[in-house]
């Protein structure tokens, strides 16, 4: 399976933008690039995915590299519920599985 | 509310016990997995099925037992409880559609053996 490599942590301000990097240098032309978040005590959430392109939905926006060797999870405006740990993962085409990482943890100040 | 639906949501077993963690969807979904998370990092992947009757190991297999009668209910059998389970346990459930759709979470069962 394609890696991905995050920072360990992050912190923003509230209200501020956060750009969260991903590094995966070995992906393939059929790995999608996807992101989850996990708030404290809770479930993994899907956030958004993208292929090549960029793509926005009401909860984030995701900055493709043009070679597809990193990508950016971009939060607008950061808000006190955004704090948690945030994954970036590859998913090949067919392929159900989910591989974590120990992913970023953001955490957003008042 | 659709979802995925985790029973319990905490219990405490004694090394040896066994017992089930349920799992249940409401959405129609044909992939469905089961990922535990120890403290401090990510979730891994136990056992998966992409459809009634048909499952798989994932990562972490051993002391685990599913099976997948029906589309909506996904149960985890824990055979004989040992404190090295002891974590957090959780179902998620997909769409088969490949990659194009995301994963919906349970809430989590957090178990402790002692």
């Known amino acids: 399976d394609a890696k991905t490599t995050q920072p360990n942590s992050m912190e923003s301000n509230e209200e501020e933008p956060v750009h969260l990097p991903c590094n995966h240098s070995?992906?393939?032309?059929?790995?999608?690039i996807h992101w989850y978040r996990q708030l404290p005590s809770q479930g993994p959430e899907y956030v958004i995915h993208?292929?090549?392109s960029n793509v926005n939905n009401r909860m984030a926006s995701l900055a493709i590299a043009e070679d597809r060797k990193s990508s950016t999870l971009i939060l607008h405006r950061a808000t006190l519920r955004d704090a948690a740990v945030y994954y970036c993962i590859l998913r090949d085409l067919g392929d159900y599985k989910l591989s974590f990482g120990a992913g970023t943890t953001v955490t957003v100040r008042a | 509310n659709a979802g995925v639906t985790q029973t319990p949501k905490f219990q405490v077993l004694k090394t040896g016990q066994s017992m089930t963690l349920q799992c249940a969807q409401d959405?129609?979904?044909?992939?469905m997995s089961w990922y535990r998370q120890d403290p401090g990092m990510g979730l891994r992947l136990i056992h998966y099925s992409v459809g009634a009757g048909i499952t798989d190991q994932g990562e972490v297999p051993n002391g685990y037992n599913v099976s997948r009668s029906t589309t909506e209910d996904f149960p985890l059998r824990l055979l004989s409880a040992a404190p090295s389970q002891t974590s957090v346990y959780f179902c998620?459930?997909?769409?088969?559609?490949?990659?194009?759709?995301?994963?919906?979470f349970g809430s989590g069962t957090r178990l402790t053996v002692v």
């Open positions: 070995t992906i393939s032309g059929t790995d999608y």
């Open positions: 998620a459930s997909t769409l088969k559609g490949g990659v194009t759709y995301g994963y919906t």
């Open positions: 959405m129609n979904h044909e992939y």
């Open positions: 993208g292929l090549t």
